[in-house]
Nanobody, 124 residues
Framework: QLRLVESGGGLVQPGGSLRLSCSSSGFPLDHYAIGWFRQAPGKDREGVSCISSSGGSTDVADSVVGRFTISRDNAKNTVYLQMNNLKPEDTAVYYC?????????????????WGQGIQVTVAS
């Protein structure tokens, strides 16, 4: 079965850090650009960050620039989202996505696979 699995979410205090991981099952990630999205209650899903298939190029939303960093280890078939200085407004379900690509571009659309999502809650 082909799927993406997120891990590393949970409850953290404001100012704290979490590292999310996205791993694949059934297919290698090295031919996919990987994205992180999030959806807060009552809001639309929004893009957070995207990384090219090699990891050489990244993009990050203005709302998290300087706080979130995306990276990948293709040997481990895993993509990470390091989240520092978390704020209550970062509370959301976080999803990773995979977009099959033929070039090493930061292109996280269209999306081929979605993960099931993982909760991140920032609260004191």
């Amino acid at each position: 079965q082909l799927r993406l699995v997120e891990s590393g979410g949970g409850l953290v205090q404001p100012g704290g850090s979490l590292r999310l991981s996205c791993s694949s099952s059934g297919f290698p990630l090295d031919h996919y650009a990987i994205g992180w999205f999030r959806q807060a209650p009552g809001k639309d899903r929004e893009g957070v960050s995207c990384i090219s298939s090699s990891g050489g190029s990244t993009d990050v939303a203005d709302s998290v620039v300087g706080r979130f960093t995306i990276s990948r280890d293709n040997a481990k078939n895993t993509v990470y989202l390091q989240m520092n200085n978390l704020k209550p407004e970062d509370t959301a379900v976080y999803y990773c996505s995979a977009s099959q690509v033929t070039t090493d571009q930061v292109m996280c659309a269209p999306i081929t696979y979605w993960g099931q999502g993982i909760q991140v809650t920032v609260a004191s």
